[in-house]
């Protein structure tokens, strides 16, 4: 349904501090407009996106309506073993998205 | 008589809608520095904030409110005594003061994130650091914006 985009460098050094980026393809409604006719559009956004990496929690963010359609989110974590990173968008209206990348230590 | 009948009720409604439209006018259609006040007192309960060890990232002028690339980061040794527990973003005139909460652990390396937000108006926008020590750092940024988001018809 949605269309996410992640990007992880696929090797890295132990320990090294990797930046994963995450674009996710979203209105993010914010509730606040109204149509031509007045009427007004019901929010529809995002709320919470949670990375984990190989089942632990290492990033999350609580959204509200004042992030700009189509969530652009930038962090870091640090690379400790190969695994799966995992991320996971839940929002208004039962919205549900996952995406995982593989990051490769050594 | 059914003509008449539906004449009055259609003054009435007419009456009633610009009633409405009185009354939506009236209300303000942001959130005020006191509401963000409050926003950040939920946040930070009664312990004291200091202005510094954040750094708000965010263009000085903006000409579009629907998208402003947006940097926030403390520095931090980010180790399980030492770390930034969350970063939280807030606007003084956006319709609700929150923007985002960002939460991070010692495994996150880096208490730096990058994203983009949607500002209403010309206004400060203020960060709030919180490290695992207990304290609140905070820092504020001053965007002027030439288009204004939220707001505009669909």
Redesign the interface.
Same mark, same amino acid.
């Given at each position: 349904m949605a269309n996410a985009l992640v990007n992880v460098p696929a090797r890295a050094r132990r320990g090294e501090i990797i930046e994963v980026k995450t674009l996710i393809s979203h209105p993010m409604e914010t509730g606040y407009r109204r149509t031509q006719l007045g009427a007004r559009i019901p929010r529809d956004i995002i709320r919470l996106f949670v990375c984990t990496y190989n089942g632990t929690e290492v990033f999350r963010a609580e959204l509200h309506p004042a992030i700009a359609a189509n969530p652009f989110v930038v962090f870091s974590t640090v690379a400790t073993e190969s695994g799966t990173l995992a991320f996971q968008w839940t929002g208004d209206n039962g919205f549900s998205a996952t995406e995982s990348a593989t990051i490769t230590v050594e | 008589m059914d003509r008449e009948t539906s004449r009055r009720a259609f003054l009435m409604g007419a009456a009633a809608g610009l009633g409405l439209g009185a009354v939506i006018t009236v209300v303000p =259609?942001h959130a005020t520095p006191k509401e963000m006040e409050d926003a950040v007192r939920k946040v930070v309960g009664s312990a004291p904030v200091t202005k510094g060890r954040v750094k708000l990232e965010l263009p000085p002028l903006s000409e579009n409110g629907? !998208? =402003?690339p947006l940097t926030v980061s403390i520095e931090s040794p980010m180790t399980a005594a030492d770390h930034v527990r969350a970063i939280h973003v807030f !606007?003084e005139l956006?319709?609700?003061p929150?923007?985002?909460?960002?939460?991070?652990?010692p495994?996150?390396?880096?208490a730096? =994130?990058?994203?983009?937000?949607?500002?209403a108006n010309t206004q400060t926008v203020t960060a709030i650091g919180e490290l695992s020590d207990g304290s609140f750092w905070s820092a504020t940024a001053a965007v002027v914006v030439t288009l204004a988001?939220?707001?505009?018809?669909?």
């Open positions: - | =259609v629907n !998208t =402003v !606007t956006n319709p609700q929150d923007v985002v909460s960002f939460r991070f652990g495994r996150a390396g880096h730096r =994130v990058s994203t983009r937000i949607r500002l988001a939220c707001l505009e018809d669909a």
